[in-house]
């Protein structure tokens, strides 16, 4: 399966405590994509990177927030001291450098109790 | 501000018939559209896009249609049937520029009723 793939898939996990998500993007793509999705919302925009470099953070990425691509391929999304307003789905999405279309991932589930 | 807008939370349509989502945009600067597909748990699936000098693209059963003049754009997915069922995400962004994220709508929830 060459798709962008996310793990964990599902996390369930204490207010205050960090969690990671990881996301490794289709292979020959070098944009990255964070997004965020609640129940009756569409995605929302939380940073991207081009390579490694990450070139916008929304306003949602609260300083709780941190999103490396170290190497240009998988990304990782950190979360400190989670609240429970964090429980959401957490989208990657990857595209080419001239794509125009954006391609997500399964998407990981984050419960904050 | 919401910069994307579906102001159809839901739509019920029989199978068969068709189905007409449709989507509103504030930005004028935006010139390349897409929906996307979403079941439960999964994520969002590309759909099909539209070029802003275009007005009209065709995939199978999907066409969307792109009305610049009053910012608006629809898919349109004929004959409906039962697997369509999912919510359906409307999306913008710049292209011309390097600042390409891509802006979502709420999302309209179809129900194809068999």
């Known amino acids: 399966d060459t798709g962008v793939s996310q793990n964990p898939r599902h996390k369930i996990t204490k207010r205050g405590q960090n969690v990671t998500f990881r996301c490794d993007p289709i292979s020959e793509h070098n944009r990255l994509y964070w997004y965020r999705q609640t129940l009756g919302q569409g995605p929302e925009f939380l940073t991207y990177f081009q390579n490694e470099a990450q070139l916008e953070k929304s306003r949602l990425l609260s300083d709780r927030f941190s999103a490396e691509r170290p190497k240009g391929s998988f990304s990782t999304l950190e979360i400190q001291r989670t609240e429970q307003g964090d429980s959401a789905m957490y989208l990657c999405?990857?595209?080419?450098?001239?794509?125009?279309?954006?391609?997500f991932g399964e998407g990981s589930w984050l419960t904050v109790v | 501000d919401q910069q994307v807008k579906q102001n159809s939370p839901s739509l019920s349509v029989q199978e068969g018939r068709i189905s007409i989502l449709n989507c509103d945009y504030t930005n004028s600067m935006f010139d390349y559209f897409l929906w996307y597909k979403k079941y439960p748990a999964e994520g969002p699936t590309f759909l099909i896009s539209i070029s802003s000098i275009k007005d009209k693209n065709e995939d199978g059963r999907f066409t969307v249609f792109l009305n610049k003049s009053a910012k608006h754009l629809s898919l349109h997915i004929v004959p409906s049937q039962p697997g369509d069922s999912a919510v359906y995400f409307c999306?913008?962004?710049?292209?011309?520029?390097?600042?390409?994220?891509?802006?979502f709508g709420p999302g309209t929830s179809l129900s194809v009723i068999p």
């Open positions: 999306a913008a962004s710049v292209m011309k520029t390097s600042y390409d994220k891509v802006i």
């Open positions: 999405a990857s595209s080419l450098f001239d794509g125009n279309t954006i391609y």
